[in-house]
């Protein structure tokens, strides 16, 4: 069974930093391109970033600015997120999704997600 | 970036009825189209990619069709199930972007 389980949010402040975590099971990790995509309370999705199978390649949505950075750990079957120069615009839900491999990139299986709060 | 715009924004209707939701693309992403089912307090869940191809599991209710800029997301006999919300996705250019979401309600 396809299992993604994120972590790491958290209560910061304005201009702080973060790490999120996603620890991935029931597939073959390495095989995969993954994503984060984010949902503000009561908003809808947002694309945040991708990374491909080996971390040879990754995009990031415009609005992130640099600010974000995406990595992959395919020994320890886990997906990050570093987030810099938080902004009250970036509180949301942080999904962590699997691609589908389906010629397209569409997202199969996703976490629950972890909460970022920005928040002075 | 590609914005997609979503009709209507919410709609009512009753288990049994048959519902279609639109998609527009602000310029053309031939078919790299997704659409998403989302429950309150739930992850989305794939539903449709390639504009009309049903993910494995989804039920044949829901059908997808469209190319180049108009799409659209059908359920032919509504479920109490299905009441959710429905956001469509662009993968053909980055950044993916995704409609702002059409929410389905029980009449």
């Known amino acids: 069974e396809v299992q993604l389980l994120e972590s790491g949010g958290v209560v910061v402040q304005p201009g702080g930093s973060l790490r999120l975590s996603c620890a991935a099971s029931?597939?073959?990790?390495?095989?995969?391109?993954m994503h984060w995509v984010r949902q503000a309370p009561g908003k809808g999705l947002e694309w945040v970033s991708l990374?491909?199978?080996?971390?040879?390649?990754?995009y990031y949505a415009d609005s992130l600015k640099g600010r974000f950075t995406i990595s992959r750990d395919n020994n320890k079957n886990s997906l990050y997120l570093q987030m810099n120069s938080l902004r009250t615009e970036d509180t949301a839900l942080y999904y962590c999704?699997?691609?589908?491999?389906?010629?397209?990139?569409?997202?199969?299986?996703w976490g629950q997600g972890t909460l970022v709060t920005v928040s002075s | 970036d590609i914005q997609m715009t979503q009709s209507p924004s919410s709609v009512s209707a009753s288990v049994g009825d048959r519902v279609t939701i639109t998609c527009r693309a602000s310029?053309?992403?031939?078919?790299?189209l997704a659409w998403y089912q989302q429950k309150p307090g739930k992850a989305p869940k794939l539903l449709i990619y390639?504009?009309?191809n049903l993910q494995s599991g989804v039920p044949s209710r829901f059908s997808g069709s469209g190319s180049g800029t108009d799409f659209t997301l059908t359920i032919s006999s509504l479920q109490p199930e299905d009441f959710a919300t429905y956001y469509c996705?662009?993968?053909?250019?980055?950044?993916?972007?995704f409609g702002q979401g059409t929410k389905l309600e029980i009449k």
């Open positions: 999704a699997k691609d589908a491999n389906l010629g397209g990139h569409y997202f199969d299986y």
């Open positions: 029931g597939f073959t990790f390495d095989d995969y391109t």
């Open positions: 990374i491909t199978w080996d971390g040879g390649s990754t």
């Open positions: 310029q053309g992403i031939s078919s790299w």
């Open positions: 390639a504009a009309s």
């Open positions: 996705q662009q993968t053909n250019s980055f950044p993916y972007t």
